[in-house]
């Protein structure tokens, strides 16, 4: 159905500062300097997922130190599952203080930490991505409670874990070359955190403001920080509710930033999702809730004149329409046309805004794509229009949507350094 008629790669970080190599007769995870002397204070950068499956010739071309670690990960990834289980009795039995930095019930996404870590650690000769990577993750960590001083002991139990599930592999070089990958990742994980200090508190309490409830499952949550919350139209946050402390999830801003310094969410209750069911039907003005640091590259490059191309499913459109918001404030007239996906048309909650958002702007066209009705998927239905090479494309909803949209995007034309869309990785871990 058509409701109407019409209408840039993440920030690269630095270089990793290498450690001296720990001696292999001491393999144990050397302490971390608490602070880089000269950190720059980075840029909010993208939540990507450290780059696409290795190939051969990269294999070939790896540091002795990967080949080393891609060995080890090849030898544990059937038994991943447990790998996590003992890493983390590992931690809890020998260092119980950190025990109660972590959520209460240690749920399905348990297994982010480690396969972060070894994720990180795989791709520790693919710097660029991984050092923006990690420092998004370190000021991350900050609302966890994690200090410099923690990060031996999460080290030291990782390869207590891998010695003990890669033990027909393992040598002292390859304890050598993990205790070097995690010496790395962790020292930009806390140059990160320490320089995140001087500018930015570890979390923001924030009141629930207003709470509408827009579907049977679907509500826009807004809330006021208790000091300002600096960020983008089309990053994402993280929050946690009172009633699950320590439980955090991500949720995108579904506004630009407002003068009024207001934040909204747009927010679906999934099956027995934990913080989506209380912030869908219980949360309520007054009740106050925590936020992470902002984070997510998928921002408008304001440094050129191309026009957006914006597909949104479900609650997908909330950073969309964040996105138009931006480009109507910059006072730019850049063609934005925006696919608007959904189930059923009663799934279309914000077609409304979307639609006056349209009348407000001639340079923007909103369509609504309805599975049901149109029998067509929302990234298909854009081959009925374009051309789109020219375009630069954002892609905002489930999982599957963006990795099918990817698809389609470079299918027309759009080449992958202009499609920008959070990390599938991360959304998958998150359902
Ligand atoms: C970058 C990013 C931005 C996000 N932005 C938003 C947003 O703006 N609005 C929003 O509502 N969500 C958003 N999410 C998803 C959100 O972070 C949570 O994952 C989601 O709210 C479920 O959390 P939960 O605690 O309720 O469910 P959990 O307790 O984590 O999950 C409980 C069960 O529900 C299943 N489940 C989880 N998600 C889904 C799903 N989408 N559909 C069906 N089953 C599911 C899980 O597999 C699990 O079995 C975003 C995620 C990411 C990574
Ligand atoms: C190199 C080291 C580390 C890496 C790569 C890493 C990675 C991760 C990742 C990816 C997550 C998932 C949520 C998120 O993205 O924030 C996470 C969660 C978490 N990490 Fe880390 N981490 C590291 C070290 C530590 C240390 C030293 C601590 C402190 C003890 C810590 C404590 C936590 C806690 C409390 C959570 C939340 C757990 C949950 O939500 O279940 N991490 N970590």
Redesign the pocket.
Known sequence: MSAAAPGPGPAPGSAPHLQAPPSPADPRVPAQRSASSQAAAPEATALQAPSPPLSQSTFQDASPDAVLIRRTMAEVAPVADKVTSYFYALLFVRHPD?RS???AA?DA??D??L???LT?AEHIDNTEVLVAYLQN?GR??RK?G?RAE??P??GECLIGALSKYASGIWTAETEAAWVRA?TT??QV?IDAAAADELRAPAWWYAEVVSHDLRTRDVAVVTVRPDQPYPFLAGQYT?LETPWWP???RHYSFASAPRSDGLLSFHVKAVPTGWLSNSLVHRARPGDILRLGPPAGSMTVDHTTDSGLLCLGGGTGIAPIKALVEDVAEHGERRRVEVFYGARTDLDLYDIDTMLRLQQSHPWLSVRAVIDQQAHVQLPDAIRDYGPWNEFDAYLSGPPGMIRSGVHTLRDVGIPSERIRHDSVEELVSAG
């Open positions: 950190l930095l972590f959520p240690m996404q348990r982010r930490l396969k972060a870590l990180a993750l991350g960590h966890y994690t923690h990060y002991a999460v995690y990742i962790s994980m993280s320590r439980v955090w």
